[in-house]
């Protein structure tokens, strides 16, 4: 079956990083387009990094831009979310997502989500 399995979130210190990875398994990874989501508190869930199926384009938050780099490994089935300088803000619940779309259907699925906490 489908899965996305989150790793690599956790406890840091304001300004420094992170590096969250996604494994997908259950589906051609290379033809879907991934992406990176965040949900804070009392927040809606909101895109923060995206990158095409062959991964020549990225798109980005401007809330993170500068800051977090997407990038996927297709022989690896992994997509990666490497996370600088983080702030408070930061703090949230970080989703991966996966996306394509046939003539028929749009095909969306999940990750569980892991947790990010920027705190002194």
């Not at 051609?28 to 909101?46: H, I, K, L, V």
């Not at 995206?50 to 977090?68: C, E, L, M, P, Q």
């Not at 992994?78 to 997502?97: F, G, I, R, W």
Request: glycine share 10%.
């Amino acid at each position: 079956q489908v899965q996305l399995v989150e790793s690599g979130g956790g406890l840091v210190q304001p300004g420094g990083s992170l590096r969250l990875s996604c494994a997908a398994s259950g589906f051609t990874f290379s033809n879907y387009d991934m992406s990176w989501y965040r949900q804070a508190p009392g927040n809606e869930r909101e895109l923060v990094a995206a990158i095409t199926r062959a991964g020549g384009r990225t798109n980005y938050a401007d809330s993170v831009k500068g800051r977090f780099t997407i990038s996927r490994d297709n022989a690896k089935n992994t997509v990666y979310l490497q996370m600088n300088s983080l702030k408070p803000e930061d703090t949230a619940v970080y989703y991966c997502n996966a996306r394509t779309r046939t003539v028929t259907r749009e095909y969306d699925y999940w990750g569980q989500g892991t947790q990010v906490t920027v705190s002194s």
